[in-house]
């Protein structure tokens, strides 16, 4: 049986859109059926406006990615969440689509499966260990076994080092993340669809 991993993730510009493409590439290398959400844009029109990377990348993805709902969650056997850092923490976006996991979470539906996170920032120092263990303070919360990466390969190393999951460090005006990154991604999708195949079966 292929486990199921769900990569949902939030990005303005980009960034981390590639980075999770990265993820769900990685994740089905190792045989996992995956889903790619997005969660929905609660920004007004004339925010993104101001921003022309935001406003087209939005324009890009709205209709190519489909919007994140709680049937995916509750259909995986693993989650990848990515985000930009706001202030070292997760994007608003990301975290209202997790605030809304209520029910599942008091039915035990988010329980025992396999969980990992991967940021980007404007800078390297720019909150991205702490964003990562913000989310993780939910994912406590709903009884998911955290999945870091570790230095668990030499990809990790080569990527900047960060222990906690896949950063990218974009810049600004952002960039998008480079080979060695998104290699980064790969492996963390594949190390989660590693874990979420053992803990299905």
């Known amino acids: ?6 990569v949902v993730y939030y990005s303005a ?11 769900a590439e990685g994740a089905e290398s190792f045989g996992a059926e995956v889903r790619l ?27 190519a990615v489909e919007v994140a709902e709680l ?11 990515g985000t930009p850092t706001r202030y070292g923490a997760p994007a608003a976006q990301l975290k209202q689509f997790i605030d809304t996991a209520g029910s599942l979470w ?4 988010l329980a025992d499966k396999p969980v990992t996170a991967f940021v980007s920032s404007a800078e390297r120092h720019g909150g991205q260990e702490s964003t990562i263990l913000s989310l993780n303070n939910v994912f406590y919360h709903w009884g998911a076994v955290i999945v870091p990466l570790g ?26 993340p ?9 492996f963390q999708g594949a190390r989660l669809a590693r874990f979420a195949t053992l803990l299905a079966g």
């Open 37 to 63: 959400r997005r969660v929905a844009e609660l920004a007004p029109e004339e925010a993104m406006a101001a921003n022309p990377n935001w406003a087209a990348h939005h324009r890009e993805t709205e209709s």
């Open 13 to 23: 510009t980009g960034s981390v859109h590639r980075l999770a493409r990265a993820v």
């Open 106 to 109: 008091q039915e035990g539906k």
């Open 71 to 81: 049937a995916d969650l509750e259909w995986a056997d693993g989650y990848a969440f």
């Open 151 to 176: 230095y668990t390969d030499d990809v990790v190393y080569a990527s900047g080092g960060n222990p906690y999951g896949t950063s990218w460090p974009a810049g600004f005006p952002s960039t998008p």
């Open 178 to 186: 480079d080979d060695t990154a998104l290699a980064c991604a790969r």
């Open 1 to 6: 049986m292929s486990a199921h991993v769900l």
